[in-house]
Structures are given as C-alpha cells and as structure tokens.
C-alpha cells in the first residue's frame, strides 16, 4: 500500500493544511506522557505504532490518516524473519497469532543460472499476502479503539504538530512530512541504476527463487517467493540501460507483463503474471541525518529505506515501530525518548542499510558475474549482502557449501583461505596477507630490531605473505623521520637480515616490499604525534604532481618539472634492485593513499596540462613509467603488484570505472596482481565505512578487468576471508590490525577450524599451543536425582 505520502502531490481539505510548516514544532506542555498522537501513513510502520501506543496505554487519543481505501494496496506479499516475529510475539500476540495462522514457510532458495538449477536450504523464510498484513493489523487498531480515518488526506504537518501530544509521520519513501521539515531532518536520497516492477503468479514457488535470463539487451533477473498457498510475488529487475535496450520504456502495463511472463515462462510455468497499478520504478536509498524535529518523529520508509533484495522493507518498520513504542513507555520525556528511539535504531538500520546497499549493486553489476562457474555464483549470490558467509552457508546447508568448495579446488577439509596462490615463481600457501603498516620506528631510514620482531612475528603467524609497510625511495620521499628506505647500503643490509629471518624460521611465508614516495604528504609529524600534522621543524621540501597542499596548514609541493621526474624514475628502480637484492620476495608499487604516484593518478591532485596531466591516460603516464622502470631491474621470476585507491570518497575524484582502467593498464604492463584500497587522497573525503567496506571495488576490477586482486579494508574474520575468496570477489585478503591485536591470527584461523594441513603450518617450537588453551569448567553437575517426600 502506498503511504500518506506516496504521491508528490499534497492536498488537504481543511483551511488548517494550508498553513505553511512552522520552522519550530511546539509540542503541548505535557511531553512526559502524550496521549494525543497523530500517525500519517496507514502503511506497516503506521498501524503497528498505533496498535502497541493504543494498547499500552487505552487513554490514548490516537488517530491515523491514509489517504487511500482500507482495502487498496501496490505490491502481493510480505516477508518477516523470526527475529521481528518474536518482537511481535512479545509485544502483542494478539497479532502474533493472526499473522501465524497466515504465514507460508519455507527453507529453501533455488538459483536458476544459464539452465540450471541449484538449491540450498536452512535458510528459513515466512511470508504472507501485504493485504492480509494490513486486515490484521485494521482490525487490531479497530479493536483497541484507533480512529482510522481511510480516504482521507492528513492535515498538514505543522497544524498537527500544534494540536497533538506527537505526530508520527509514516507516510512513505515520498513523506509529505519529511519533506515539510527537510531543513531538520536533513534527507538524502539515492537513485539506483537498476528498473524493476513489482508483480504476481497465481502459483505458490516452493522456495525462494532467482532466476536468470541472459538476453540478447542484457541480463534481467526474477526475484520470486509464496506468500499464500497458490500465490507467489514476482519482482522483475535490470539495469536502466537493459531496460531501454528492451524497450520497456515504449511498453504499457499489460504489455509489459506478458513481456516479463514471455522471458520468464520457465520459471513461472508458463502461469501468466498480474499486476495491481504495477509500474517500473528505480529503487531509491533514502538516509536522514535526524529522525525527528521537536514532536514529529519519522518511522520505516519515511526515515530510511533497504533494498528489497534482502526483504527489510516491513521488518525494519515494524521493528521501528516496537522500539518506538517501548521507548515512549520507557522514557521520562517526549524529547529523552525520541533520542532514545533513534539511538537505538538508528546502528541497527545503518548495517541493513549497508547489507541492502550490497546486495543492489551486486544485482545491478550482475552481468560480472554470469560468467562465473555454476555454483560460484549461487553461493555468490547467496553471499552478496555479506549477513551470509561461508560458515553461516555451512551451518544452513553443509551440502550446499562443500559442493561450491569441490568447484572451487578446495582439497577435503581445507578452508578455501588456505588453498595456494601462484604469482610468477612465487607459490603462496594460503590467502592471507598482512597488509602494509606503517610503523614510523625507523632512524635515518634503517629497519631496527623493532621490524625484525614486528614483522617476524607475523611471519611466524602464518599469513602466507607478509608486507612490509612503505619503504621510501629517498629521504625527501618519506612521510615522517621514522619511515624506512631502501637508499642507502645500510638500510638493504638491515632489510636483509629481516627476510633472512623470514625465510629460515617462518619457510613457507613469502616476505614483500611496498616502494613509494610521500609526494605533498611528506614531512610530517609521527602518527600518534599528529597524523598528517607538518613537522614543528626539520622539514624537508616536498614535490607532487601539482602544487596543492594536502589541508590547510600542510607545506605546498613544488610542481615536479619534467627533468626531475626522469630522477625520481632513478630513484624507484635504484630502491627496486636494492629491494631484490635484499632478498625480498614480492614488490609492491604504492600508487595508493595520496602519495607521490597517486597524486599523478587522481584529478583532484593532478591539475597538469602537459603530457602528464588531463585525461586518465596522461594521468597513468608517469605511474607507468615508474612501473616500466621497477619491473626492469625486478628479477623476471619474481611477481610484482600495485596498490591503488579504487575510490578517491570525493566528487570530481577517481571513480570506480576509473579504477578498474587503471588496474587494466597496469596488468597490460606487466603487473601480477592488483592490490585494491581506497580514499586517503584528499583531506576532506567522505568514506562510507563499514565492514569489508572497500571489498566491492576489488570485486569490480577481478570480475571486470580480469586482474587478480587483493582486497584490503575492515576485513577481520577468517569467515569474511573464506566468503571472499570462495565467490569470487578476490584473490587475496589483506588484513592490518586483525594482526596488530593478534600476530598469529592465521594460525589460530587455522585452529578454530579444525584446519591442519600445509596451508597453516605451525613452527615447530609453537606446535605445542596449536590448539586452544582450557580453561576451568563453568558448567555445573545435572542433577541425576528427583526426591519426593
């Protein structure tokens, strides 16, 4: 059912709506307790609040406009998880118990992929009709005594923030309400590139299904699930372009269904599709800064929206709605419980928020992946929103699982992180990296017993390559006075005695060196002193691709001539043959973080106008010219890698089409793997942190560019590694402080699998503690007896 607000248009037929919305809601005096409450919006999120304020408290005054009939409602069916069905169970089992003699179950998802078909189970779905929802929940507000008032337009905001105790706006992704106090809320909302429509077969699946349909316009995808004994929804989804190509645009309602039914009349049996006012639509992320302005609050899709890929749409209303109502029954005030509300909803929608946000783009670069063999890609599918992992899929469907492992060339008992990984002459035995971290503890550039513990340590935790952090070409090139090099004789000397430690107590880690040069982000502060703060004094001249500062307060870079960059190519090649002749065993470029090479890569540091300025081509010259020159002198045998910023988190910066050019014209040079971070380019960057959040664009460039990947960014379980690697989404997974907090993070990934073989294998002085210390015993004796007097 569309809510109050699902048209742009706002019409009200008292004189009151005519009034402009106050910049200041002024609730009554008495906040503590409201008793008159208004709810705009007859939607879920709506009538739930209603039905749990009307039932906690009979006194309430509480009245709830909709603009359209009780019994007019767009899209079929509903799914919930059992986690908001026990929050209803609790809260009301009036309604618990309705909405249980309704529900259609089931535990399975079928993938059907170029002709075939594969299921796996445990998954544990329950749905119902959206219109036997919305009679459940009617009746329930009827009988507790709600004033639903159907066909009727809500008065406009600020008159009913005036007149009641709280006004709950429910009114839809296109809330009236929200819009009347944007200044406040402060919304954003996100258009995506996908089209899709919502409709019905009158059959019931007997599971949850996604279907693909590779057309000659482009690849379409069916998402479809019962939500009664002899009806299932179907959702039709495809890129903009797709969608054109088709022409979908040219199509009225009833062609444009039997048009779905023709291309996917396998999947529905050939049962036709209905519509109910059904329209392509382009789903639309929406995201408030605030949640409520004095005694208006937000609730469900006027606050926030998820795609419905993962089915969150009626959960994460009704769920707002509980924890509003709990809140007003909790808190001493309006204003102390509408904060509560939002604090502790607000964590929770986020991570949806996020999980939705992966799970659409998946489906919208879905053509990456068709590619992919079979089960790769349902399990891939299965994975993309990242609330799914590996050992999740396990515990679901232990069948399932190994079958994708088989595929995928894992040996029997071997998580797919510790399968081997060739690069040129270089085997890796598992897929853990440890990523590259500055440690700021080196004097004139030479690595001290500090690194030798430091990156010993990690060697002997089992990682199967182990990077060092970013080693400097000169000593104008480095970040802070307590960065290593590789310009002098001295400091290969004390690298060399690090990677003969390596290689002679930790055999079977492979060691790597990061090369870069600092550009305009050198001569700085050491990190815990100031990061990216300029030295007090002692500071040395700084050169980039054009002479911007860093933030304000930062030294200004001198613009590289042309003759100088021929002296820092020099410079890198003299760093590269010192690096091999220290035995290093793997040499990563650094083109990443704003540094000297990224500086040239990104349009927000390169404004140049000669031949290494401009276009992304120009832009990649000297980069690559670096490359050409490192590679010279590299010994053949031995792989070399990029680090890039796939993303610059900036407007007018790299994108991540641009990334993935990038990484193709590095591999076309030569490159073995491309290691994928992002941001850190420019000081004012708005990252959207998140776990694994910098993954997606290491899955861009493999599945786009074909180039082997590391991905890097809040990865930190071996769960995440293992689900990673087995769809797909990268080579390599490098983790940073996962190992700060624990140098043997490998090996004990290793132990709480079960894992033994040569993947992981244990020092021989540490076999001892290869499995988990015990501890006491914290269970207490059953009891054995029952005595009766």
């Given at each position: 059912m569309p809510t109050q607000g699902a048209r742009g248009d706002d019409i009200c037929g008292s004189a009151a709506c005519a009034r402009p919305a106050t910049d200041n809601p002024h609730p009554p005096e008495s906040t503590s307790h409201p008793l008159r409450v208004a709810i705009i919006g007859g939607g879920p999120a709506g009538l739930y609040a209603a039905a749990l304020l009307k039932q906690l408290d009979p006194a309430r005054e509480i009245t709830l406009w909709e603009r359209n009939a009780p019994d007019d409602t767009f899209g079929f069916g509903v799914v919930l998880s059992d986690e908001t069905l026990g929050g209803i169970e609790h809260a009301d089992p009036a309604v618990y118990q309705a909405l249980q003699r309704d529900f259609i179950r089931w535990d399975d998802i079928d993938i059907v992929h170029r002709g075939?078909?594969?299921?796996?189970?445990?998954?544990?779905?329950?749905?119902l009709g959206r219109k036997r929802l919305l009679e459940i929940l009617h009746n329930r507000c009827r009988t507790l005594g709600v004033d639903l008032r159907f066909r009727t337009e809500a008065p406009y905001p600020s008159w009913l923030a005036e007149t009641y105790d709280l006004v709950i706006a429910a009114d839809g992704v296109h809330s009236t309400t929200r819009e009347a106090y944007a200044d406040a809320f402060r919304p954003r909302l996100t258009a995506h590139r996908c089209r899709y429509i919502w409709l019905a077969a009158d059959f019931a699946f007997d599971a949850f299904r996604f279907e693909i349909a590779e057309t000659e316009h482009g690849v379409m995808q069916l998402h479809g699930y019962p939500y009664a004994a002899d009806a299932s929804t179907v959702i039709v989804e495809m890129r903009e372009e797709?969608?054109?190509?088709?022409?979908?645009?040219?199509?009225?309602?009833?062609?444009?269904?039997?048009?779905?039914?023709?291309?996917?009349?396998?999947?529905?049996?050939?049962?036709?599709?209905?519509?109910?006012?059904?329209?392509?639509?382009?789903?639309?992320?929406?995201?408030?800064?605030?949640?409520?302005?004095?005694?208006?609050?937000?609730?469900?899709?006027?606050?926030?929206?998820?795609?419905?890929?993962?089915?969150?749409?009626?959960?994460?209303?009704?769920?707002?709605?509980?924890?509003?109502?709990?809140?007003l029954e909790e808190q001493p005030d309006l204003p102390t419980a509408l904060s509560a509300y939002e604090e502790e909803r607000r964590p929770v929608v986020a991570s949806t928020q996020r999980a939705a946000r992966a799970s659409l783009e998946w489906f919208e670069d879905i053509g990456l992946y068709v590619g992919q063999w079979p089960r790769r890609f349902a399990f891939n599918l299965l994975t993309r929103s990242r609330r799914v992992t590996h050992d999740n899929l396990r515990l679901r469907d232990a069948r399932f699982t190994e079958a994708v492992e088989r595929e995928f060339g894992c040996p029997p008992g071997t998580p797919p992180m510790f399968t081997p990984f060739r690069l040129r002459g270089l085997t890796l035995r598992n897929r853990v990296v440890v990523s590259p971290m500055d440690m700021y503890s080196a004097t004139d550039g030479v690595p001290g017993d500090?690194?030798?513990?430091?990156?010993?340590?990690?060697?002997?935790g089992g990682a199967g390559l182990v990077m060092t952090e970013m080693v400097c070409v000169s000593a104008e090139g480095r970040i802070t006075p307590g960065c290593t090099g590789l310009y002098t004789a001295r400091q290969a000397?004390?690298?060399?005695?690090?990677?003969?430690?390596?290689?002679?107590?930790?055999?079977?880690?492979?060691?790597?060196?990061?090369?870069?040069?600092?550009?305009?982000?050198?001569?700085?502060?050491?990190?815990?002193?100031?990061?990216?703060?300029?030295?007090?004094?002692?500071?040395?001249?700084?050169?980039?691709?054009?002479?911007?500062?860093?933030?304000?307060?930062?030294q200004t870079p001198r613009r590289l001539p042309r003759a100088q960059l021929t002296d820092l190519r020099e410079q890198f090649a003299s760093a590269a043959w010192r690096a091999a002749r220290a035995g290093f065993d793997l040499l990563e470029l650094h083109c990443a973080h704003g540094y000297l090479l990224s500086g040239f890569l990104s349009p927000l540091t390169n404004h140049r106008t000669d031949a290494y300025?401009?276009?992304?081509?120009?832009?990649?010259?000297?980069?690559?010219?670096?490359?050409?020159?490192?590679?010279?002198?590299w010994p053949a045998e031995r792989p070399m890698t990029v680090r890039i910023s796939a993303t610059d988190w900036a407007d007018g910066g790299t994108t991540a089409e641009d990334a993935?050019?990038?990484?193709?014209?590095?591999?076309?040079?030569?490159?073995?793997?491309?290691?994928?971070?992002?941001?850190?380019?420019?000081?004012?960057?708005?990252?959207?942190?998140g776990r694994s959040y910098q993954t997606p664009f290491a899955d861009r460039i493999r599945n786009a560019a074909g180039v082997p990947v590391i991905a890097v960014g809040a990865i930190s379980s071996w769960d995440d590694v293992n689900s990673l690697i087995l769809a797909g989404r990268t080579d390599l997974c490098a983790l940073a402080r996962p190992h700060l907090y624990d140098p043997n993070w490998t090996l004990h990934a290793a132990a709480e699998q079960g894992y033994t073989g040569p993947g992981a294998d244990w020092p021989v002085p540490y076999r001892a503690g290869s499995r988990a210390p015990r501890t006491g015993r914290t269970d207490a004796p059953k009891p054995r007896l029952s005595l009766t007097s």
């Open positions: 075939t078909r594969h299921t796996s189970s445990g998954h544990g779905f329950a749905a797709v969608w054109r190509a088709a022409g979908f645009d040219e199509l009225d309602e009833r062609e444009s269904i039997e048009r779905c039914a023709k291309i996917f009349t396998d999947a529905l049996g050939g049962h036709p599709l209905k519509s109910n006012n059904s329209t392509w639509t382009t789903f639309r992320t929406v995201v408030n800064e605030r949640w409520s302005h004095g005694n208006v609050v937000l609730l469900g899709d006027a606050a926030h929206t998820a795609h419905f890929s993962i089915g969150s749409g009626t959960k994460l209303a009704v769920e707002d709605a509980l924890a509003l109502a709990a809140c500090f690194h030798l513990v430091h990156l010993g340590a990690r060697a002997l000397d004390a690298w060399r005695r690090i990677t003969d430690f390596v290689h002679a107590q930790a055999p079977g880690t492979a060691i790597g060196v990061q090369l870069g040069h600092s550009g305009r982000k050198g001569s700085t502060k050491l990190m815990w002193e100031g990061m990216d703060d300029p030295l007090p004094d002692g500071n040395w001249p700084l050169v980039a691709a054009s002479p911007l500062p860093y933030k304000p307060g930062s300025g401009g276009s992304l081509a120009k832009r990649l010259r000297f980069p690559l010219e670096v490359f050409d020159a490192v590679r010279a002198v993935v050019e990038i990484a193709r014209a590095f591999a076309a040079h030569g490159a073995d793997l491309i290691d994928v971070s992002t941001g850190q380019v420019v000081a004012d960057e708005t990252p959207e942190f």
